[in-house]
């Protein structure tokens, strides 16, 4: 009984289809023009890290809240400069350490000072917790929210960032932001191009000779990550259109065929992005970056 009542559904469907395609073929179109311009940019609604799409009673999001209220930061990052000498037997030497507190601490904090704007994080502590006192720990958010840059001469952590042989020394950059956040990726490229073999420092002959430079952090290796995925997400979904058309062509035996339906599917799939940023403008879902790539494959 069943079957036939979804066998009748479908034949009643089908007739309907095949008597008023031009009609719904121009509201389908309407629908995708009329969501497209009003639906947000898709950046301005998918959220960057790792927590920021859960729900807010997830426990990750109720460590973090945790973690803010104690410390009054956010969970940060940051950006690590490898300095290191082999030939020496004694380790770095006095032109290195020079080196590293004038010259390379200088240049990158002028690349603090020009990207700190961009990496203001959205909310450094909850909107419910209060206002640290000097005995709390006042200060060490307003600390966050600029990058500082520490080196050997640092008073705090100075001899912390020294190997044990003293043939190398860390240059720490420490960022307002968490190391999945794509915003931190220009701050990194220019830590690169100032450090490179072909960078600034190498081609002004800055750099004693000698002396190897390095870059690491949290932040690097998130950048990376994000770039893998996205990488990853291109080819996926490239491979995912491949086999569709392969298939589509297979079932159809016509070429020409086989568009219409991948049309459909394209018209839904814009459709559906639209439609979810919308939703999550609104505030019903939460997207995180790198979900329309599951939305088009599936």
């Known amino acids: 009984c069943l079957l036939g009542s979804t066998s009748r559904m479908f034949q009643t469907l089908g007739k309907l289809v095949s008597r008023t395609w031009p009609l719904l073929l121009v509201a389908w179109l309407v629908v995708l023009v009329g969501l497209k311009l009003t ?41 690590v400069i490898v300095v290191r ?50 005995d709390e720990g006042a200060g060490s958010a307003d600390d966050l929210k600029t990058i500082t840059v520490r080196t050997l001469s640092d008073k705090s952590v100075g001899r912390l960032l020294n190997s044990e042989d003293k043939h190398a020394s860390l240059v720490l950059m420490e960022l307002p932001t968490g190391f999945l956040d794509s915003r931190n990726a220009r701050l990194i490229e220019r830590v690169e ?39 990853s997400s291109r080819d996926t979904e490239l491979w995912t259109v491949l086999l569709v058309l392969f298939l589509l062509i297979l079932i159809y035996q016509a070429p020409l065929m086989a568009i219409i339906p991948l049309m459909t599917v394209g018209v839904a799939t814009e459709i559906s992005l639209a439609l979810l940023a919308c939703l999550a403008q609104a505030g019903v879902v939460n997207l995180f970056s790198g979900i329309e790539v599951y939305v088009k494959v599936l």
């Open 39 to 79: 639906a947000p940019p898709w950046r301005s609604v998918a959220r960057e890290g790792e927590f920021a799409f859960l729900p807010k009673d997830s426990p990750s999001l109720a460590a973090e809240e945790l973690f803010q209220k104690a410390w009054g930061a956010p969970l940060a990052s940051n950006v």
């Open 85 to 134: 000498r082999e030939s020496s037997p004694t380790g770095l030497l006095d032109s290195d350490k020079s080196f590293i507190n004038d010259v390379l601490r200088e240049r990158l904090e002028t690349i603090a000072d020009d990207e700190t704007a961009s990496l203001q994080p959205q909310s450094l502590k909850p909107a419910n917790a209060s206002r640290p006192t000097e």
């Open 193 to 231: 191009k100032l450090i490179d073999r072909n960078g600034e420092l190498q081609s002004g002959g800055l750099v004693p000779r000698g002396l190897d430079l390095a870059l690491s952090g949290s932040a690097t290796v998130g950048r990376d990550m994000i770039r893998a995925a996205r990488e």
